[in-house]
T-cell receptor, first 117, second 111 residues
Framework: DAMVIQNPRYQVTQFGKPVTLSCSQT?????MYWYQQKSSQAPKLLFHYYDKDFNNEADTPDNFQSRRPNTSFCFLDIRSPGLGDAAMYLCATSREPTGKLAKNIQYFGAGTRLSVL | GDSVTQMEGPVTLSEEAFLTINCTYT??????PFWYVQYPGEGLQLLLKATKADDKGSNKGFEATYRKETTSFHLEKGSVQVSDSAVYFCALSAKTDKLIFGTGTRLQVFP
């Protein structure tokens, strides 16, 4: 009953070679997130989409891009991976909260572990 | 700004021991606390949540009570198992579109 699916689970790329990670969801949530998580650290939000509206975090490097062609799919593109980009990348979804008391429950995929050689 | 502070790990326990992982926060507005668990090599799973003051979230033997007066959401379990070994993240939804995570606490349970 996987609801947020990330492919592949493990990705190996070469220094400087573009790579794309994918995420799909069956929850029909309109908000999708991409996080980067390095070893022994908390997830760090890179960007998120409200429907097709893209919201970039201020400290996300330009090397990271994203596409969301439809509600179900979202992609993370790393244009020129460096050694420091080796990490677990997590996709999450949520339903857009409404009202000041609405709560943001995020549902995560299993992640893609990226290695850069 | 809004922040979450949780106790540092690792926490090492024997099977059937009592577990407490402390979590406190600072936030404005109407924050909601969560606990997420991350098993080795996996993504984050929602463990439990609370939506208003004095709510007690519970799941899989874990409990946490949202104490607004002390701005805390401590995680407890009466009897841990080896299978509970994981990293536990306290998180806060203080604004409607983002989660604020604590640094995570690694729990290691030995038979």
């Amino acid at each position: 009953d996987a609801m947020v699916i990330q492919n592949p689970r493990y990705q190996v790329t070469q220094f400087g070679k573009p790579v794309t990670l994918s995420c799909s969801q069956t929850l029909n949530h309109n908000v999708m997130y991409w996080y980067q998580q390095k070893s022994s650290q908390a997830p760090k939000l890179l960007f998120h989409y409200y429907d097709k509206d893209f919201n970039n975090e201020a400290d996300t490097p330009d090397n990271f891009q994203s596409r969301r062609p439809n509600t179900s799919f979202c992609f993370l593109d790393i244009r020129s991976p460096g050694l420091g980009d080796a990490a677990m990348y997590l996709c999450a979804t949520s339903r857009e909260p409404t009202g000041k008391l609405a709560k943001n429950i995020q549902y995560f995929g299993a992640g893609t572990r990226l290695s850069v050689l | 700004g809004d922040s979450v502070t949780q106790m540092e790990g690792p926490v090492t326990l024997s099977e059937e021991a009592f577990l407490t992982i402390n979590c406190t926060y600072t936030a404005t507005g109407y924050p909601s606390p969560f606990w997420y668990v991350q098993y080795p090599g996996e993504g984050l799973q929602l463990l439990l949540k609370a939506t208003k003051a004095d709510d007690k979230g519970s799941n899989k033997g874990f409990e946490a009570t949202y104490r607004k007066e002390t701005t805390s959401f401590h995680l407890e379990k009466g009897s841990v198992q080896v299978s509970d070994s994981a990293v536990y993240f306290c998180a806060l939804s203080a604004k409607t579109d983002k989660l604020i995570f604590g640094t995570g606490t690694r729990l290691q349970v030995f038979p």
